[in-house]
C-alpha cells in the first residue's frame, strides 16, 4: 500500500521544490555512482522479460519512495549506443566526415532526447489528467505521475525499438533498402513490430502505477499499426528506404 497523508499536507509538499532533477542531472557525469551492470540487466531484460523490469519498479517506489529512477545511467549508455549505430551508419553509408557529425548529433537529439521529452510529457499529462484514479476522501494523497517516470518509461520503451530499428535493421538495411517487394514488405513488418513492442512497454510502464485507471489506453496505438501496416505495403512505401535517404540520399 503506498502512504496517505491529507491533501492539504500534499499539496503544501508539492510546491517545495523537488531536488529528485538537480540531483539526476549532476549524476550524469559521475560514472562511479551509476549501476551500470544493473543497467544492462534491465536492457536485456525489457527485451525478454519487460514484466521483470517493472516488478523492480515497485521495490524501487518501496525502497526510494520514487517511481523514477535516480540513477543515469540508463539515458547515458542508451545515448552512447544510439551513437556507436549511428557512426556505424555513417561509416557504411555518408560520404563526409563533417556530414556523419551532423548526423549523429541529430539522431541523438531529434531521435532518442527531443522525441523522448515531447512523448513523455504528452504521457504524463495525460495520464495525470485523465487517468488517475478519484481519491476516495479528501485525506488521501493525490498520486501523481512523475515527469522523470514517464522520461524512464520512454526510455525502457525505446531501447528495444532501437535493438531492432538501428541494430538488427543495420544487418538488413542492403536488403531493406533494395527496390522490390521483399524488402517493402520486410522494412514494413520490421517497423511494425518495433512500434507495437514500444506502444506495450509504454502500457506496461503506466500500468504498474496502483493510482491509474484505463491504462489500455496505451496500447490502442498498436492497433493503428497493425491497421496501417498492410496500406503502406500494398501503397509500396519503404520506410527504410525513405529513412535512409533523409540522411544518406546520396549513397541510396
Given amino acids: ?98 556530414h556523419a557529425v551532423f548526423v549523429v548529433i541529430s539522431v541523438l537529439l531529434f531521435h532518442f532526447l527531443l522525441a523522448g521529452i515531447f512523448l513523455a510529457t504528452c504521457c504524463w499529462f495525460l495520464t495525470n489528467a485523465y487517468l488517475r484514479e478519484e481519491a476516495p476522501n479528501t485525506h488521501v494523497v493525490e498520486q501523481r505521475v512523475e515527469w522523470l517516470y514517464a522520461f524512464d518509461v520512454h526510455c525502457n520503451s525505446f531501447f528495444p525499438m532501437f535493438a531492432m530499428l538501428y541494430v538488427i535493421h543495420y544487418f538488413l538495411s542492403p536488403l531493406l533498402v533494395a527496390h522490390g517487394f521483399i524488402p517493402v514488405l520486410l522494412s514494413n513488418l520490421l517497423v511494425m513490430v518495433a512500434a507495437s513492442y514500444y506502444h506495450y512497454l509504454n ?50
Avoid at 8 to 22: D, G, I, Q
Avoid at 239 to 250: A, D, G, T, V
Fill in 1 to 98: 500500500m503506498l502512504p496517505t497523508v491529507s491533501k492539504t499536507r500534499s499539496s503544501s509538499s508539492a510546491s517545495r521544490p523537488n531536488p529528485m532533477f538537480p540531483q539526476y542531472l549532476r549524476r550524469i557525469v559521475k560514472w562511479q555512482q551509476m549501476d551500470i551492470e544493473y543497467t544492462f540487466w534491465q536492457m536485456l531484460h525489457l527485451c525478454t522479460a519487460p514484466k521483470v523490469v517493472y516488478q523492480h519498479t515497485k521495490y524501487h517506489k518501496q525502497t526510494k519512495n520514487q517511481w523514477a529512477r535516480d540513477d543515469p545511467a540508463f539515458v547515458v549508455i542508451c545515448s552512447l549506443l544510439l551513437a556507436v549505430a549511428t557512426v556505424a551508419y555513417c561509416a557504411a553509408y555518408d560520404h563526409s566526415a563533417a
Fill in 203 to 252: 502500457f506496461l510502464g503506466y500500468d504498474v502505477l496502483p493510482f491509474l485507471e484505463t491504462t489500455t489506453f496505451f496500447l490502442y496505438p498498436i492497433g493503428v499499426v497493425i491497421i496501417l501496416s498492410p496500406i503502406l505495403i500494398l501503397s509500396g512505401f519503404n520506410p527504410s528506404r525513405y529513412l535512409m535517404n533523409i540522411y544518406f540520399s546520396q549513397r541510396i
